[in-house]
């Protein structure tokens, strides 16, 4: 099982759609969790921090399932400019970040 | 204040020479990343720094060679390059330890003909 996995999509979505990803990771000793966007082939960019309790900043939402093991993403009221590759990131504890491949998210008006 | 740089942006080489691409970030981050990213592998770690003096290879580390006199500088040299480094290379700090978030440069586009 890969350490990080996400569906690559692309996720078709109308503009004003509400939209989710998940993250799946492997090892259960994973403590820290991010939700990176990178728009095509530019540099990743930290969209927010994932913590156990869930959280949320404007339209987007992230949540953590531990028993699981995996993050979601949720973005309400897309916009055009949400377009970009999305990179679920994990840290074990004992390593660096690992960096998901991403899901491709399309916003069409 | 750009944070982290990354020189130069674009860069065209032939196999068999040498090019080192520049990382410089203001933050004063302990923590310094080198990744390569190739369409169908996402981001792959090549060599990070924990402080000065102090680097450890990543996931595919062959080929290249880094060093860190300095907090500030990451320099990423490929020795002897070849067309498989052909690629988009990101430099990354991020803050006093290896679980907080990274801050990635601009990128080098590099090309090896």
């Known amino acids: 099982r890969k350490e990080v996995e996400q569906d690559p999509g692309p996720f078709n979505v109308p503009e004003g759609a509400t939209v989710a990803f998940n993250c799946t990771y492997s090892n259960s000793a994973s403590q820290s969790f991010f939700w990176y966007r990178q728009d095509c082939r530019k540099e990743p960019k930290l969209l927010m921090s994932?913590?156990?309790s869930g959280n949320e900043d404007g339209r987007f939402t992230a949540q953590l399932n531990r028993a699981s093991q995996y993050i979601s993403l949720l973005i309400r009221d897309s916009k055009l400019s949400d377009s970009a590759t999305y990179l679920c990131?994990?840290?074990?504890?004992?390593?660096?970040?690992?960096f998901g491949k991403g899901t491709m998210l399309l916003v069409s008006p | 204040d750009a944070g982290i740089t990354q020189s130069p942006r674009y860069k065209i080489t032939e196999t068999g020479r040498q090019v080192t691409l520049m990382c410089h970030q203001t933050?004063?981050?302990?923590?310094m990343f080198w990744y390569r990213q190739d369409l169908g592998h996402g981001l792959r770690l090549i060599y990070y720094?924990?402080?000065?003096?102090?680097?450890d290879k990543g996931e595919v580390p062959d080929g290249y060679v880094v060093s860190r006199s300095k907090t500030e500088n990451f320099p990423l040299t490929l020795e002897s390059a070849t067309r498989s480094q052909t690629s988009v290379y990101f430099c990354?700090?991020?803050?006093?330890?290896?679980?907080?978030?990274?801050?990635f440069g601009d990128g080098t586009r590099l090309s090896i003909l």
């Open positions: 990354a700090s991020g803050g006093q330890d290896r679980s907080q978030p990274q801050h």
């Open positions: 720094s924990a402080a000065a003096d102090i680097t």
């Open positions: 990131v994990v840290n074990t504890g004992y390593s660096t970040l690992t």
């Open positions: 933050w004063s981050h302990s923590y």
């Open positions: 994932v913590y156990s």
